[in-house]
């Protein structure tokens, strides 16, 4: 399945974060989300082929990379309160086929 | 306005009732439409998809109606391991999902 890591993470406003996500095998586009509580799942961006190739409604300040072998990181740079939330990622084929989430990294700013 | 709109909920349901709940989506180009079914602090995990001819799963039956832009998920006999938040799911072109708010569901002995 989809792998993330780390579960739980704890960073002061300011600091920068990398999560991380194994996909599932056999899927190369991922795509990652915010989840802050209370709410829905929201679309940060997807990558295919190492390329980014859709973004949500989030700042420059999230950043992404996809590897060779499929694997993702998430960067949030200058963390704000406002950034505590569940990521989510979640890896799928190019035609969305097998759309499956990760377990989340629980980010929380202080 | 959000794109995808649920009744945040919660709908208290006593143990073997029905509940019924819908949500709203506001992009025409949506193509398809998913429920998903989320656990307390646990990633969502799909539930079934949505068909406008409608389709069931077990206790579960959801349907689309294109022309009203609503989705429906009807539960039939809740157990209380149905207690969840329920996401109600649009996909336009690409991979991108566009999930709702959700809408909890707390079933009760």
């Known amino acids: 399945g989809v792998t993330q890591s780390p579960t739980h993470l704890i960073k002061t406003r300011g600091q920068q974060v990398t999560l991380r996500c194994s996909s599932q095998s056999g899927h190369n586009t991922v795509s990652w989300y915010q989840q802050a509580l209370g709410q829905g799942p929201q679309f940060i961006f997807q990558y295919y082929r190492e390329e980014e190739n859709g973004r949500g409604n989030f700042p420059p300040r999230f950043s992404g990379l996809q590897f060779p072998n499929d694997s993702s990181e998430l960067n949030v740079n200058a963390l704000e309160l406002d950034d505590s939330a569940l990521y989510l990622c979640a890896s799928s084929a190019p035609d969305g086929y097998g759309y499956t989430f990760g377990s989340g990294t629980r980010l929380t700013v202080v | 306005r959000k794109e995808v709109e649920q009744d945040p909920g919660p709908f208290n349901v006593p143990e073997g009732a029905t509940v019924a709940f819908n949500c709203t989506y506001s992009?025409?180009?949506?193509?398809?439409f998913f429920w998903y079914r989320q656990d307390c602090r646990k990633e969502p995990k799909l539930l079934m998809s949505?068909?406008?001819s409608g389709n069931e799963d077990g206790r579960f039956t959801a349907q689309l109606n294109r022309a009203s832009q609503y989705i429906s998920l009807l539960i039939r006999d809740s157990k209380l391991s149905d207690s969840a938040t329920y996401l109600c799911v649009s996909k336009a072109a690409g991979n991108k999902l566009t999930f709702g708010g959700g809408t909890r569901v707390l079933v009760k002995p």
């Open positions: 992009n025409s180009a949506s193509q398809s």
């Open positions: 949505v068909y406008s």
